[in-house]
């Protein structure tokens, strides 16, 4: 036994808020994460912007997540009631409500420590933390691929809209999973 467990993040029911109108650029989804197959976080009844929640997830892989240097609100935010391109890094900033679903994430000693707020702890290996969120990404650009194209409604959302879509794909691409790796959903 290497002292990792196994992890899991699930969308549970992806939908569209606007009827799968193209008009509506984010993907929402309760979510549930189970560790060695037991339940960590239970979003599922809620209603959260999954695919802002992927980014969120990816940043994770280079980067930590803590209550000192946090990357976002949530995690997986309840909604993004503001999406902008910041100028100084490039990157999408979500300025979301007080609620969505968070734990943290720590990188440590070839590990990744995932914490909730009541303090709870599970250790995974760096690569079952990659797997996870590339499988939750996929799930969640599935989705995507599978609905109308997504056209933003104005300039400012022709900005920030592809400038995520293309950052995620940019750090999922830079996971690279063999077959093996890949689990079938039951």
């Given at each position: 036994?290497?002292?990792?467990?196994?992890?899991?993040?699930?969308?549970?029911?992806?939908?569209?808020?606007v009827?799968?109108?193209?008009?509506?650029?984010?993907?929402?989804?309760?979510?549930?994460?189970?560790?060695?197959?037991?339940?960590?976080?239970?979003?599922?009844?809620?209603?959260?912007?999954?695919?802002?929640?992927?980014?969120?997830?990816?940043?994770?892989?280079?980067?930590?997540?803590?209550?000192?240097t946090?990357?976002?609100?949530?995690?997986?935010?309840?909604?993004?009631h503001?999406?902008?391109?910041?100028?100084?890094?490039?990157?999408?900033?979500?300025?979301?409500?007080?609620?969505?679903?968070?734990?943290?994430?720590?990188h440590?000693?070839g590990?990744?420590?995932l914490?909730?707020e009541d303090?709870?702890?599970?250790?995974?290996?760096?690569?079952e933390?990659a797997?996870?969120?590339?499988?939750?990404?996929?799930?969640?650009?599935?989705?995507?691929?599978?609905?109308?194209?997504?056209?933003?409604?104005?300039?400012?959302?022709?900005?920030?809209?592809?400038?995520?879509?293309?950052e995620?794909?940019?750090?999922?691409?830079?996971?690279?999973?063999?077959?093996?790796?890949?689990?079938?959903?039951?």
């Amino acid at each position: 036994m290497n002292g990792f467990s196994t992890i899991r993040i699930q969308p549970v029911r992806l939908h569209w808020l606007v009827d799968d109108s193209p008009g509506d650029l984010c993907a929402h989804a309760g979510v549930v994460v189970t560790v060695d197959g037991e339940p960590f976080i239970t979003s599922a009844e809620k209603d959260l912007a999954v695919s802002t929640g992927a980014l969120h997830l990816l940043r994770t892989l280079a980067d930590d997540h803590t209550p000192q240097t946090p990357r976002a609100e949530h995690l997986i935010p309840h909604c993004g009631h503001f999406m902008a391109v910041d100028d100084e890094s490039g990157a999408v900033v979500n300025v979301g409500c007080l609620s969505g679903a968070n734990w943290w994430v720590r990188h440590e000693g070839g590990g990744v420590v995932l914490t909730r707020e009541d303090g709870a702890e599970a250790r995974v290996s760096e690569r079952e933390w990659a797997r996870a969120v590339a499988e939750f990404a996929d799930a969640v650009d599935a989705f995507y691929a599978t609905s109308p194209a997504r056209q933003p409604a104005d300039e400012h959302e022709a900005e920030w809209f592809p400038a995520m879509r293309h950052e995620w794909r940019q750090r999922r691409s830079a996971i690279n999973l063999s077959p093996e790796e890949h689990r079938n959903e039951a």
